[in-house]
């Protein structure tokens, strides 16, 4: 008997091991939005360091919570600053992964200072108006459904009712 219990434990703790192993290998982020979700398809052959990164924060709960503190319409949408105001980050900068990848409705890149090794935990989900962006900031994903979302996100800098990440999940989540 006691036999078959751990037997049955250990069935149940690799059922869940290769669950977690799944999402962390999933090329999804969903982020679970105050107005609705965004699921992101990461671009890891582009920029392989910041998916990485931006996926280890999203297991460590980092984005649960954050608003998105700066939303230019025609531009961009921003967030991930646990601040809230556009300075903060998670201390770990990364070394800049530039391509030609266009940047244009969707498009997911990483924010940073002037210097282009800069980013850390903000990034930005593009409306139009990007491309001039393309090669001058990293591009590590690319919105796959929810950009209906992202449009309804309460413009401002930072708006005066921002809203917020409520939970941030490696996979692809169904909307609730």
């Known amino acids: 008997m006691l036999k078959k219990i751990l037997f049955i434990i ?14 962390s290998n999933s090329m ?3 982020l679970e939005t105050t107005k609705g979700n965004i699921i992101i398809k990461t671009l890891p052959k582009i920029a392989p360091n910041h998916v990485k990164r931006i996926k280890e924060l999203v297991k460590n709960g980092f984005y649960d919570g954050i608003i998105f503190h700066r939303v230019i319409p025609g531009f961009m949408a921003q967030t991930g600053d646990p601040l809230g105001n556009g300075t903060g980050g998670s201390g770990k900068n990364l070394k800049a992964e530039f391509s030609d990848y266009e940047y244009k409705y969707g498009t997911v890149g990483m924010a940073r200072s002037m210097n282009p090794d800069s980013g850390d935990s903000q990034f930005f989900i593009c409306f139009d108006g990007c ?3 393309t090669g001058q900031y ?3 994903g690319q919105v796959e459904s929810g950009m209906k979302n992202v449009e309804k996100i309460e413009v401002g800098e930072p ?3 921002p809203d917020q990440i409520k939970k941030a ?4 989540k169904k909307p609730k």
Do not use: Q
Request: hydrophobic fraction near 45%.
């Open 10 to 23: 250990g069935i149940l703790i690799m059922a869940t091991n290769t669950k977690n192993l799944k999402a």
């Open 28 to 30: 999804f982020i969903t």
């Open 131 to 133: 491309t001039h962006l």
């Open 138 to 140: 990293t591009v590590w």
């Open 159 to 161: 708006p005066s009712s």
């Open 169 to 172: 999940y490696l996979g692809k």
